[in-house]
């Protein structure tokens, strides 16, 4: 990842000039501020570009073409006079930004005007099909196959934007050092598409919401497939029909892929969820797209009780400490998961059941005999999944007391996550109305200053670092004129989340909108511009301080690594005050009370901090100690969000996430974790970083996790004898072994230790293949 450095100059003033002028009004001509200030932005990006080598050039958009408008190229030159073989050595139409995907254009030359026309596709992408339709739903025609069937070459489809290319100089024929991008979008019957969010409910089921959208008469949820060579291909399927902005399909099985094989999954193509708004005019573009592979990471299918002594045999323990801690998951793609057991710990109760008791295989020496038992009810976290527990042996006198042991366990074990998610959004007003918006914001916001000292940016391309420049200044608006590839939504979002993500010194942000006909980001933050400043400072300082204090020269790489995350274990707390007042907004906003228990601020200063604040400061002491580091989003246990880190030792990626490393029973569990481990617990989403660049940070081996190198791990058969030993000498233990370890296999090298140690009873758990014993329960 490039990592760039702002110090006090022109660049730093051009970005505070930016905050007064992008959304002034044009009456009577720019006065000689606004003059200034306008050269200024336009050198700030200028300064930026020069940092990247970029391969296109952008021209501006082009809005709203018909469905069956032909794209023009007037020409200087005669095709039949060159060397093309191909109109595509000319020209050409992709479905993505990263111009992977030809649209599938025909094209028509008239020799005569020397005009190039580029045609839509023979056959549209993001098509309806009429599949499980019926004459209630728009656009269904009992003759068709499709819906509002336009006919060949006649319809761009229902795509949110595409990308013309141009490779020549239209003048002399001659090839472009770099070819030109013209992003274009259709006119829609319904001029909207729908902005599709997506969150996993209590029972595990994917709930996807969307905004409402003016002129929608109903909305499709549908699958469109995609694959690596062709990008998006034939019509979609409704897999549901619906007049509300939200769909919960009926059950996690349509989700299922285990059953392919994950090299047969990349050949074929790909499943892709999306909603699109419909009339009976015709629909609007599909919305952003969600891949089946990733949804079934994240939806649960079943308890795995093959990873469980039994079904029977886990909720049925003899004594109160034999409790399970957590229940294995089998996920829709297949992969096993370690997720905790709620216990209704309110609703535990002693029963007497009449049990049937025999020795011989016959049963003829069968009796009935009175069994007293206490139940406790559960539900394993994130799933729709539920059981009861059943404690065999306990005493009348004590039982509740011994309970409450179990619930001080879950609770210590409980893994923590929550950060807010900001959201950028396009605003659906008048150009005069968002106007007058932004120029309100403006003056709200007031314009930013130039700090006393610049901030290092994280970004992987000109438009990253440009955002990010401008929102570490606080600015309320940021002008896009120099950046035409900014009217590609995607890619601009894609840009928008990196600079917020991987910049911890951008304080506040809480949402951002595009307006002002895709020329400015009005972006709205949490707190005043300076107060802002005075926390950078603040952070800034005691960044400084911190690595001085516990960083030295002669420290490798990977002590500098085990240093930072050692400091934060120690001296910060998780704000689970934060969490469930974040939760309560759905992580889009928290009360000012909370706000920087979201930011580095919290946990350097605070003391105090949720997932994201932890992973911001993380970052910084990083990169202060000269380390390369990330901050990576997702979920924990596929349903919280979450975030952590990733930093590079000696030139490889290795995952830390320190808010969870620092628990009381099980610590750094998730230290130096391949990808292949991690993905039990932590689920990547693809926020953090430029889509293009996600392959880049992988996280492949194990060799520094830290009971590898603290000689802390043992193999199931050779783990046994240094359990005891720790436990005679401290009274607990912790050791690793399999990420994989079962409930039978933790039982039986429990129960090992138990003899050799000399007792009936050790209390413990696991997760993740990390073993924790105790003789103090």
């Known amino acids: 990842m490039k990592r760039k450095h702002y110090r006090a100059g022109i660049s730093l003033l051009a970005a505070a000039a930016l905050a007064f002028t992008a959304c002034q ?7 000689s501020r606004e003059e200034e200030a306008s050269a200024a932005a336009q050198e700030l990006a200028r300064s930026i570009r020069q940092k990247y080598d970029e391969q296109y050039d952008y021209t501006d958009p082009v809005p709203g073409i018909a469905r069956d408008e032909k794209l023009t190229l007037q020409l200087g030159f005669d095709i039949y006079d060159t060397d093309f073989t191909e109109y595509t050595q ?7 930004a990263e111009l992977k995907h030809p649209a599938g254009s025909h094209f028509e030359w008239d020799a005569e005007t020397k005009e190039l026309s580029v045609t839509p596709p023979r056959w549209e992408a993001g098509g309806i099909s009429a599949a499980g339709l019926d004459e209630s739903d728009p656009g269904y025609d009992p003759a068709q196959d499709s819906l509002f069937d336009k006919g060949e070459l006649k319809d761009w489809g229902n795509l949110p934007r595409y990308y013309m290319v141009r490779y020549v100089d239209t003048e002399t024929g001659e090839t472009l050092d770099k070819p030109v991008v013209t992003v274009f979008t259709v006119d829609h019957e319904v001029s909207r598409a729908p902005e599709m969010s997506m969150e996993i409910n209590e029972e ?3 709930v996807f919401h969307w905004n409402e959208v003016p002129g929608a008469e109903k909305y499709y949820v549908m699958t469109v497939n995609w694959s690596e060579e062709n990008g998006y291909s034939g019509n979609g399927f409704v897999m549901g029909s619906t007049e509300e902005t939200e769909w919960i399909p009926d059950s996690a099985a349509r989700f299922v892929i285990d059953s392919v094989s994950e090299n047969d999954r990349q050949e074929v193509y790909e499943t892709c969820y999306c909603v699109i708004a419909v009339s009976e005019d015709g629909t609007s573009a599909i919305s952003n797209v969600f891949d089946v592979k990733d949804i079934a990471r994240m939806v649960p299918y079943a308890e795995e009780t093959a990873m469980s002594i039994s079904k029977e045999g886990s909720d049925y323990v003899e004594s109160f400490e034999a409790m399970p801690a957590y229940k294995w998951v089998r996920m829709c793609d297949g992969t096993l998961v370690q997720k905790i057991i709620n216990y209704d710990f309110e609703s535990a109760e002693p029963v007497t059941e009449t049990w049937a008791e025999y020795e011989k295989e016959d049963m003829s020496d069968l009796q009935l005999v009175e069994m007293n038992l206490v139940k406790v009810p559960y539900s394993i976290d994130g799933t729709g ?8 042996k306990y005493d009348p006198d004590t039982w509740e007391d011994e309970l409450e042991k179990i619930r001080n366990r879950q609770e210590k074990l409980r893994t923590k996550g929550g950060t807010r998610i900001p959201v950028l959004t396009q605003e659906d007003t008048a150009e005069e109305e968002t106007q007058q918006e932004a120029d309100s914001v403006n003056e709200n916001g007031g314009a930013v200053t130039e700090p006393e000292q610049g901030y290092e940016v994280t970004a992987n391309s000109a438009l990253s670092e440009y955002l990010a ?3 570490m200044n606080a600015s309320p608006v940021i002008s896009l004129a120099d950046f035409p590839e900014s009217s590609d939504q995607s890619y601009l979002q894609d840009a928008w989340e990196e600079a917020v993500y991987q910049n911890p010194m951008i304080l506040g ?7 002002g006909n895709g020329k400015m980001l009005a972006v709205t933050y949490d707190t005043e511009a300076d107060a802002i400043r005075e926390k950078q400072e603040e952070i800034a300082a005691e960044t400084e301080r911190v690595v001085s204090e516990i960083i030295t020269d002669d420290m490798s790489e990977l002590e500098k690594e085990m240093a930072i995350n050692q400091y934060l274990c120690d001296t910060a707390e998780y704000d689970t005050a934060a969490l469930e007042n974040a939760g309560e907004n759905d992580f889009e906003d928290v009360d000012d009370e909370f706000n920087d228990s979201f930011t580095p601020y919290g946990v350097l200063l605070n003391k105090a901090g949720v997932c ?8 910084l002491l990083a990169e202060e100690a000269g380390l390369e580091c990330i901050v990576v ?9 979450h975030a952590w880190n990733k930093v590079k030792i000696d030139g490889e990626w290795q995952i830390v996430d320190s808010t969870n490393n620092d628990s009381e029973l099980i610590f750094n569990a998730l230290l130096n974790l391949p990808d292949t481990a991690a993905d039990k617990v932590l689920v990547e989403d693809e926020r953090y970083v430029l889509d293009s660049k996600l392959d880049s940070y992988q996280a492949n081996t194990d060799e520094k996790e830290y009971y590898h190198i603290n000689n802390r791990f043992y193999e199931q058969d050779q783990i046994t004898a240094p359990l005891t030993e720790e436990l005679r000498e401290e009274g607990t233990a912790l050791l690793r072994t399999d990420y994989t370890l079962s409930d039978e296999q933790f039982m039986t090298i429990a129960q090992q230790a138990a003899d050799r140690y000399g007792t009936d009873e050790l209390g413990g758990c696991y997760w993740m293949g990390v073993i924790y014993l105790t003789d103090e329960y």
């Open 469 to 471: 420049v401008n929102m």
């Open 612 to 619: 994201s604040s932890y992973a911001g400061a993380f970052k």
């Open 385 to 392: 999944f539920t059981g009861v527990a059943v404690i065999e």
């Open 25 to 31: 009004g044009t009456e009577g001509g720019p006065d």
């Open 633 to 641: 989003t997702g979920y924990l246990d596929g349903e919280l969000p």
């Open 90 to 96: 000319i020209v050409n139409v992709y479905q993505d």
């Open 204 to 206: 595990g089921l994917p």
């Open 509 to 515: 942000v809480t949402n951002a909108s595009i307006c």
